[in-house]
């Protein structure tokens, strides 16, 4: 295990939740960790699911590390999900999707930090001490302003009425669009059912549709637009699943 002379904080961190579906990167974030905190409990999760499993036996870690591409997982909105369900834990991204406009939303959905999966140990360990201590952290490239917009800025210009919906009703939008039921949406965003029913009866009078296949339908024939419409084509679709 490299060591590294990082200042670390005094709150650090004694516990960490490893969410990657790879085990030799898992266990080389699980060694940077050693290299910072001694002592550092550290979980690994392979999914989402295993994820929220270990949270729901009673794991409270002080950090999680989360990939974004995981077996039972389409696009950002696991990690909104995750994010429902441990509001008051930062979670640091790690992922090898590194598009600027995917970056920008992580963080407006509340990321403590993002790292691309190519950040040299020595790096991630001087960023968990920047974590350790409350901060927020993005790499020097993707704090540059940026003409480019931001997938909603392009779905709502393409489609106006997609500007209506709150934010709320777009993370609904979106597992609607994965196909998921009302029960799982109000799972996975941590809502009451009738909650979700009452998100879909008002976005479905925003778009101007009767049903969720028609608003299904709209958000796709805009996703493909606006994907026409970019230079970062791959984010955008992983995004807007």
């Known amino acids: 295990m490299q060591h590294f002379d990082v200042a670390v904080p005094e709150e650090a961190i004694s516990s960490v939740l490893i969410v990657d579906d790879h085990p030799l990167y898992s266990d080389a974030l699980a060694s940077a960790l050693g290299g910072v905190f001694a002592d550092c409990q550290v979980e690994k999760a392979g999914s989402l699911k295993a994820a929220l499993a270990l949270l729901e036996s009673g794991f409270h870690p002080d950090l999680v590390m989360f990939d974004l591409v995981l077996p039972d997982v389409n696009g950002i909105s696991g990690f909104i999900s995750l994010r429902a369900h441990v509001p008051d834990i930062p979670i640091l991204v790690i992922s090898s999707m590194t598009s600027h406009v995917l970056v920008t939303s992580l963080m407006n959905e509340g990321a403590a930090g993002f790292l691309p999966k190519d950040t040299p140990a020595n790096v991630i360990q001087t960023v968990l001490a920047e974590i350790a201590a409350g901060r927020k952290y993005v790499p020097k490239d993707y704090r540059q302003a940026r003409p480019a917009e931001t997938p ?85 679709s992983f995004l807007c699943r």
């Open 152 to 236: 909603e800025d392009l779905l709502e210009n393409i489609h106006p009425k997609l500007a209506a919906l709150t934010p709320q009703q777009q993370r609904v939008m979106k597992l609607i669009c994965e196909g998921k039921p009302n029960k799982q949406i109000a799972y996975e965003l941590d809502l009451a059912e009738a909650t979700v029913k009452a998100h879909i009866t008002a976005l479905l009078r925003r778009l101007g549709v009767s049903n969720r296949t028609q608003a299904a339908l709209l958000v796709e024939a805009a996703h493909a637009q606006a994907l026409e419409s970019v230079e970062e084509p791959e984010a955008l």
